[in-house]
Every structure is written in structure tokens, then in C-alpha cells.
């Protein structure tokens, strides 16, 4: 989801269980998206990417699926562990051209022992 | 160096005050990006460079900032005249930006970022 003024949209989960990250884009004319991961104090680290020709993108732990008919992607973690615990920001590329993507306000997630 | 640096790494000022801010990026990457992140806050687009184009200023909230990227490695952000609403953290990221082509790779490098407090 979408935050509003400072408070950031949160996700607590317990140790070892799935988690499900939602995030609605705004341009239909985006088709490419990506997943960046920020720890406290550090720099957004990129986690996986999809192109709009895919509806389902897996790595490690980590699967991404879009939805472009809603407008809509998701980061869905398996197994989640303390490490996970960040704020989570999808990014689109709604450019044409050049790269500079748009950046949501991002989810935090919580991961508890 | 491995990754993206920048500095200073917290920078306090007063306002009305100038400050710049340094990226060092990845050896190799074209492509240079600055963002701002307000507390609680996305990250916001400010400029981007790639390669020897002209750099796309289009989110640069003012004319009281400025960037520059000198042969075609350290990027330097500049803001004059600092405001409070100016306080956030600025985060350089670089990626490969593949030459010829009109978009790169997309993953994006991010330094740790420069926290910028204005009094």
C-alpha cells in the first residue's frame, strides 16, 4: 500500500512465515519494475526485477508477480527471517527513453524471533 | 572502490548556508542518479546523468540546486542557500547505463547516503 505523510505502511510477521509485500503502480505505460530492500542507515539495495512481458519472476526466497491489469505488484518472501526486516520500496520505470525510476513511499517490514 | 561512496556522511548547516555533497561511483557505471529521501518518505528524484549527454534536471525542486558530474566520474550536488524543508538524506546511486542504448540495466547502486540538517 500506499503511505500517507510520515507513517510508513507496516508488515509484522513472525519468524519463518511467508510475507507478502503490495505495492500499486501508477502508469500503465511502465514495463519495467523493481524491488529495493533499505535497511536502517543504509542505501535502498535492489532484491529482483521484472519486465511487463513477465507476470511472475522468482530469485532466492524472494518471488515478484505483476498484475497489469490492476496495476499491481507484489514481493513475496518465503521463510522470512530477522535479516528481512527493512523497508521495502517498489520502483517503475514510467520513462520512456531513459531510465529514472519512480520510487513508492515504501512498506516496512517486521520480522519478529 | 567496490560500491557507491558518498560524503559527507551527516552534514549540519545552518540556513542560508551552502552545502556540497560528494558521489564517488562505481568504476565503470555511465549512468548517475541523485535522490532525496525525506524522513518516512520514498525516494524522490532529483537528476540524472549518463554518460556525455545532458543530464536530465527535471526533478530538481529549485534553481537553488545544482549538480555536476566532472569527466564523467564524481558527481557533486550542490545546494545554496539551504532551507530547513531542504533536510533529508540525499542518496547518490550509479548503475552500468549501457552506452548506445536508451535504457540501461536498471538495478541502481545506492551509496549509504548524505544526511543533510538544516537549523
Known amino acids: 500500500g500506499e503511505s500517507v505523510g510520515l507513517h510508513l505502511p507496516t508488515l509484522s510477521v513472525q519468524e519463518g512465515d511467508n510475507s507478502i509485500i503490495n505495492c500499486a503502480y501508477s502508469?500503465?505505460?511502465?514495463?519495467?519494475f523493481i524491488w529495493y530492500k533499505q535497511e536502517s542507515g543504509k542505501g535502498p539495495q535492489f532484491i529482483i526485477d521484472i519486465r511487463s512481458n513477465m507476470d511472475k519472476r522468482q530469485g532466492q526466497r524472494v518471488t515478484v508477480l505483476l498484475n497489469k491489469t490492476v496495476k499491481h505488484l507484489s514481493l513475496q518472501i518465503a521463510a522470512t527471517q530477522p535479516g528481512d526486516s527493512a523497508v521495502y520500496f517498489c520502483a517503475e520505470n514510467k520513462d520512456s527513453g531513459y531510465s529514472t525510476l519512480t520510487f513508492g513511499k515504501g512498506t516496512m517490514l517486521l520480522v519478529s524471533p | 572502490g567496490a560500491g557507491v561512496s558518498q560524503s559527507p556522511s551527516n552534514k549540519v548547516t545552518e540556513k542560508g548556508k551552502d552545502v556540497e555533497l560528494r558521489c564517488d561511483p562505481i568504476?565503470?557505471?555511465?549512468?548517475l542518479y541523485w535522490y532525496r529521501q525525506s524522513l518516512g518518505q520514498g525516494l524522490e528524484f532529483l537528476i540524472y546523468?549518463?554518460?556525455?549527454?545532458?543530464?536530465?534536471k527535471s526533478g530538481l525542486p529549485s534553481d537553488r540546486f545544482s549538480a555536476e558530474r566532472t569527466g564523467g566520474s564524481v558527481s557533486t550536488l550542490t545546494i545554496q542557500r539551504t532551507q530547513q524543508e531542504d533536510s533529508a538524506v540525499y542518496l547518490c546511486?550509479?548503475?552500468?547505463?549501457?552506452?548506445?542504448?536508451?535504457?540501461?540495466?536498471?538495478?541502481?547502486?545506492f551509496g549509504e547516503g548524505s544526511r543533510l540538517t538544516v537549523l
Open positions: 546511486a550509479s548503475s552500468l547505463g549501457l552506452a548506445g542504448r536508451k535504457r540501461d540495466t536498471g538495478e541502481l547502486f
Open positions: 546523468f549518463q554518460g556525455n549527454s545532458a543530464p536530465d
Open positions: 568504476s565503470g557505471h555511465t549512468a
Open positions: 502508469n500503465s505505460a511502465s514495463d519495467y
